[in-house]
Structures are given as C-alpha cells and as structure tokens.
C-alpha cells in the first residue's frame, strides 16, 4: 500500500491556490480513477481506491500546510507504513509552471508543509514536485503562493492535472520515468502531422545522344 499526500490549505478560501495545487492532483485522481468518497480521517481528507494493481490512500492534510506533518504521521502510524510508501505533491516555486520533477529525499528547501513533513518522518520519503513558478523577489513569495491561479493558467493547469491523472498508475508501481512521460504527453504533445510531404525534385532531363561516328567525330577535332 501506497500513501499519496497532497499539500494544501483547507477552506473554499484556498481551493484556487497556487500552494493547493497538491489538493487539486489528488482530488482529479480520485476522480479520474473511481475512488471511494473522501471521508474525515487522520486530521484530514482521505480516500481510498486502486491505480492499476496497487492500493492508494490518498491524504489531504486538513491541519493547514505548517502543520502537514502531523496528518502524515497518524496515517503512516495506522496503516504501518514507511516514510519509502510516502509520496507528497507539492507546489515548487524553483520549477517553471507545468513542470514536474520527481524527487527522493533531501531537504525542504523552506517548504512549509515539507518542513512539518520532515520532523514527522524523517526526508526519505517520495515527492512530486509541481512548478508554479517563482514571483521573482523573495518578499513577494507569501503572497503568490497563497493567490488564485491566473485566468491564462487554466488550460495549462487542467492539461497539467490530467497529465498526473494519468500518469498516476505508473508512479504507484514505481515507474517514475513512465509517469513523468504521461504528465508529458499532455503538458507537450507532439505536434501533429500536416499529412503532406514536400514536393519532389522534378526528374533530371535525359542527356542529349551523340548519333556521330567515330570517324565523324576524328573529323571534327581536326577541323
């Protein structure tokens, strides 16, 4: 069994959040995938269903994103897990928006939810790592991490979440190059083909014959 955690605020007031945008890839696989509705447990929303053959809880921390980690630990502590069957999607400011990097350990990197998810269990877990992008002054980081998407974003955020979505099964069996190729099937499609081909080149003309005879032409050099 697998736990997938996604870090957001609780409320109406956050839903749109560019820090919710963890809360927003579970709740499109839960949807995407047939789970069970989501129920009050472990200081959080969870919800419980299958991605292909393996079986996934998936959390949403209702203790506000400083207090993530307490909800973590309850759960891990009931269903005896590892901080190894742990994956937590989060909202990355140091990645463009759209892209997505998987990560295994390490540090925080000032995470607020990361951060209570560390004195919880430890680093060894799993992360999904979801560019938002960076405002571009850290004193403007507070703010843009706690406003709406913008309008302009929708279509890259829902391409964005259905990439996840699908994805989703392959990152719960481990295969993290699979799901990464998922996310990017619809965050950067090939681009279609027009169906035609350039012209070909025109076929050379046929050289001209020579009909002279041998001796003709001995003729002409001496003329």
Do not use: C
Request: zero cysteines; charged letters at 25%.
């Amino acid at each position: 069994m697998k736990l997938f955690v996604g870090l957001g605020n609780p409320g109406a007031k956050y839903a749109g959040n560019r820090h919710n945008i963890g809360f927003m890839a579970l709740d499109r696989i839960a949807e995407d995938h047939g789970f069970g509705p989501w129920r009050r447990g472990y200081q959080g929303q969870v919800s419980e269903g299958r991605l292909g053959s393996e079986k996934i809880a998936l959390l949403k921390p209702e203790t506000f994103m400083n207090l993530s980690g307490q909800s973590v630990g309850e759960a891990m502590r009931f269903w005896k897990l590892a901080p190894a069957d742990v994956v937590v999607w989060h909202d990355e400011l140091d990645l463009a928006p759209g892209r997505v990097r998987l990560k295994t350990g390490g540090g925080h990197a000032g995470h607020n939810g990361l951060r209570s998810i560390h004195a919880h269990i430890g680093e060894a877990y799993d992360r999904v790592r979801l560019g938002i992008g960076h405002p571009g002054h850290k004193d403007r980081v507070a703010g843009y991490v706690l406003s709406d998407f913008a309008k302009a974003e929708g279509e890259m955020l829902d391409d964005l979440l259905r990439g996840l979505s699908d994805g989703a099964p392959a990152l719960a069996s481990g295969e993290g190059p699979r799901f990464l190729n998922a996310v990017a099937q619809r965050t950067a499609p090939p681009r279609p083909s027009t169906g035609t081909k350039a012209p070909k080149a025109p076929p050379a003309a046929p050289e001209p014959q020579d009909s002279r005879s041998p001796l003709q032409k001995l003729m002409e050099r001496f003329r």
